[in-house]
């Protein structure tokens, strides 16, 4: 059974290949574009409430060094900032330029996060929780997509 770290950094390379694979299509393939679009934002959007509600509900419980507690509370920001991006990209018509713009910000804003989660959240996990503890969490992660409503 693969700990949460693991289904994360799964998830993270998921939605990076679907981030590229988005940028290889130009705008004459507006309807792919659009439906790879759609695809990615469910899959932020499940990922980080995931995310959320078992990771980082228990290190924001246990983080008791400033460090550690900066870094989980500075990635649950860059969460509400994506959030605020895909409320903003669901309301954008696909077709207008506005909407590859505001695209092309998400796709950077989770490139950022993906490379910070990575290297100062996941360390703060293994510092913070018994291997067991870790693997549990990858279950309940993976209960916990399924649950999310998008």
């Not at 983080?63 to 669901?90: T, W």
């Not at 804003?109 to 993906?114: F, G, R, Y």
């Amino acid at each position: 059974m693969a700990d949460v770290l693991t289904r994360i950094r799964r998830d993270h390379v998921r939605v990076k290949e679907l981030f590229k694979e988005f940028d290889g299509f130009g705008p004459q393939a507006s309807a792919t574009r659009i439906k790879l679009a759609r695809r990615i934002i469910e899959q932020l959007a499940v990922h980080d409430r995931a995310e959320e509600a078992t990771l980082y509900r228990l290190l924001r419980s246990r983080a008791a060094e400033r460090e550690a507690r900066l870094a989980v509370l500075e990635a649950l920001e860059q969460h509400a900032l994506a959030d605020e991006l895909i409320r903003k990209l669901l309301s954008t018509d696909p077709m207008e330029d506005e909407f590859d713009a505001k695209f092309t910000i998400l796709e950077q804003s989770v490139e950022q996060h993906i490379k910070e989660e990575e290297a100062r959240v996941h360390p703060v996990a293994r510092m913070l929780l018994r291997p067991e503890e870790l693997d549990d969490l990858g279950a309940r992660f993976e209960e916990a997509k399924k649950q999310v409503a998008v």
